[in-house]
């Protein structure tokens, strides 16, 4: 066999058994080829089993190699290529590659050789190299996978720069989670270092349930140690951000590439621009879907890192009621009389926010309408006004007597009004001999009062707060629902039970007092079910809380019950009554160690009388 012939014109050379050596072209069937790089000794291109065709008059090749799969080293750039029909413009020192007839698009890529890229590889149709520059300008690029991720670049070009290094994409499309394109990121400055590894920052499109669009700027895009893509931004106070309508968000938020929802551990604001209802910034830590946004706040705080609280307040130096949702309270010393904390609920239908837990604020579809314990506080912004819905706590502080009282409340911020509907057991010690004297009364004025209604919603859902044994609850919502009449059980079988009481908070006497009639469903086993001309008042103190009753009739009959401390006060119209408490004192006070009895005056039951019916 002949030895191989090695020719060299200008920076190209080729090797081969055979040429053809015609005046104006050099020609070879079977060669190798190398063309040489700018700088240094090293070789640009480099292709074995090749077809040449020199063009001496033009200075320009024209190659393609003998296998159609066959690769062409561009060891300056540590890259190779399978766009092995390629041109080299000799006097431009610019290699134009394309993709052989006979390949594939799956098989037309550059991949680099470079063992820290860890075999980065992307489709490519055709090239350019221009050797001075040491750059080559892959056309026609889909896509590049990197990661997780699908990387579009504008134009669909990508630039293999020196040593093999990828040229930073500007304005890239980044698809992460790329087979389920899950998550979109446009604008994007984007850094290839590898097969598994990217950097860059852009925009993202948070799209609400509305299709409101929030655009997120993500200025940290990277993959993660398990090979995921991830992405961190920051939402300024400034960017008017919302979460889902009616709900503002400010802060970190992050995505991860195989998670649907994005993570927000910032603070959210619930927008009802409510003068008077005191709302802050809360911080969460949650993915949120946009589509079907949930937020969780079982344990708010704010910015500061202290508690929030949602519910009624008495303010301890300012002698006012007010109501706070996801603030902070006037002074921490100030009391709650009522409170409840879960979820943060908009609703846009009707406006309101609601805050609870998420059997009453999130019911699952095809629950039942049976009345649901749990305490909810609700901002209503077109009507100026607050609900709230469950128990209350009018008596901390009392000592001996037990008070239990659930219903719903309303603040109009229009006028400073406040009103408490509710149900309410009381429950303090009397002599036998003592409650059966009043109880017969009771029952004799009872027939000519009228008769109390319990059949409506705000009863039932009192109810099922107030009676905590599911086998009782169950039968007192029964009998509500079909008598409307309280039944006796455990939980009901106490001194009064009451299932109308209008109260209001009075600033002036620092005091919940009653309006209007008051509505006595039992008094421990006895079913009563009427109206009374009646006052219920609680005074607020710190540490010496003061409970009232006057159970009357328009004949001017009553009696009267205050508990402070430890000492009971009676009063009433019924003398045998009065006498009968006086002749049992010794006997009821050994029975009920550390309780005193005093009558009080009569003086006593007028002003209370004045408090809720004026003069």
């Not at 609280?309 to 008495?314: L, Q």
């Not at 003592?434 to 000519?448: C, E, F, N, R, W």
């Not at 859902?461 to 079909?482: I, P, R, Y």
């Not at 309280?486 to 919940?512: I, L, N, Q, W």
């Amino acid at each position: 066999d002949a030895l191989p012939i090695w020719m060299t014109y200008q920076t190209l050379g080729i090797t081969s058994n055979k040429f053809a050596f015609l005046p104006k072209h050099i020609k070879t069937d079977d060669g190798k080829l190398n063309i040489k790089a700018a700088f240094g000794s090293g070789n640009a291109v480099e292709s074995d089993h090749i077809t040449a065709d020199v063009d001496l008059v033009k200075d320009f090749g024209t190659f393609n190699t003998n296998e159609d799969t066959a690769k062409v080293g561009l060891p300056s750039n540590r890259f190779s290529t399978t766009l092995n029909n390629f041109t080299y413009d000799i006097t431009a020192e610019e290699v134009s590659f394309k993709k052989n007839i006979n390949t594939s698009e799956d098989d037309a890529y550059f991949v680099s050789d470079n063992p820290d890229q860890k075999g980065l590889k992307f489709n490519s149709n055709k090239a350019t190299y221009m050797i001075k520059q040491q750059n080559i300008k892959a056309e026609e690029v889909p896509h590049v996978n990197i990661a997780d991720s699908k990387i579009f670049t504008p134009n669909r070009e990508l630039h293999i720069e020196k040593e093999g290094n990828i040229g930073a994409i500007k304005g890239a499309e980044i698809f992460a989670d790329g087979e389920t394109r899950s998550h979109r990121i446009y604008n994007a400055f984007v850094n290839v270092f590898s097969q598994e590894k990217f950097t860059g920052y852009g925009d993202f499109d948070y799209v609400d349930k509305n299709d409101k669009t929030f655009k997120v700027f993500f200025n940290d895009i990277r993959v993660d140690e398990q090979g995921h893509t991830v992405a961190k931004g920051t939402i300024n106070d400034t960017s008017n951000f919302y979460i889902t309508p009616g709900i503002r968000y400010l802060g970190p938020v992050g995505m991860l590439s195989i998670r649907k929802s994005l993570q927000f551990d910032g603070y959210i604001l619930p927008d009802h621009k409510m003068v008077g209802l005191n709302s802050q910034w809360t911080k969460i830590s949650d993915t949120i879907d946009p589509k079907d946004v949930v937020i969780n706040l079982q344990n708010p705080v704010g910015k500061d890192g202290k508690e929030e609280y949602t519910g009624v307040f008495v303010s301890s130096s300012e002698n006012k009621i007010y109501n706070v949702m996801l603030g902070k309270k006037l002074s921490p010393v100030d009391k709650a009389v009522f409170s409840t904390s879960g979820y943060l609920v908009f609703d846009e239908k009707t406006g309101y926010y609601t805050v609870g837990p998420k059997n009453k604020v999130l019911p699952e579809e095809g629950t039942d309408s049976t009345p649901q314990a749990g305490n909810i506080f609700r901002a209503m912004p077109a009507q100026n006004k607050v609900f709230a819905e469950g128990t209350f706590d009018f008596g901390t502080d009392l000592k001996f007597i037990q008070l239990s009282t659930a219903g719903h409340y309303s603040y109009n911020f229009n006028d400073s009004s406040n009103l408490f509907n509710l149900a309410m057991i009381v429950d303090f010690p009397l002599y036998d001999d003592v409650y059966k004297l009043m109880m017969d009364s009771i029952q004799d004025i009872a027939p000519g009062l009228f008769d109390l209604d319990n059949a409506n919603q705000g009863t039932y859902n009192a109810f099922a707060e107030l009676v905590k044994n599911k086998k009782d609850n169950d039968k007192v919502m029964s009998d509500l629902t079909g008598s409307g009449v309280v039944p006796v059980v455990d939980e009901t079988d106490k001194m009064f039970v009451f299932s109308d009481v209008k109260m209001t908070y009075a600033d002036s006497t620092r005091s919940f007092v009653s309006r209007g009639e008051i509505g006595l469903a039992n008094s421990k086993k006895n079913i009563i079910n009427k109206k009374f001309k009646g006052i219920i008042e609680v005074e607020k103190y710190n540490g010496n809380d003061k409970f009232s009753v006057i159970l009357g009739n328009s004949e001017g009959g009553y009696y009267y019950f205050s508990c402070r401390g430890g000492s009971l006060g009676y009063q009433a119209s019924d003398q045998a009554f009065t006498d009968k408490v006086k002749e049992t004192a010794t006997k009821f006070m050994r029975a009920n160690h550390g309780i005193s009895l005093r009558l009080a005056t009569v003086k006593e039951v007028n002003d209370l009388y004045q408090k809720s019916f004026g003069k």
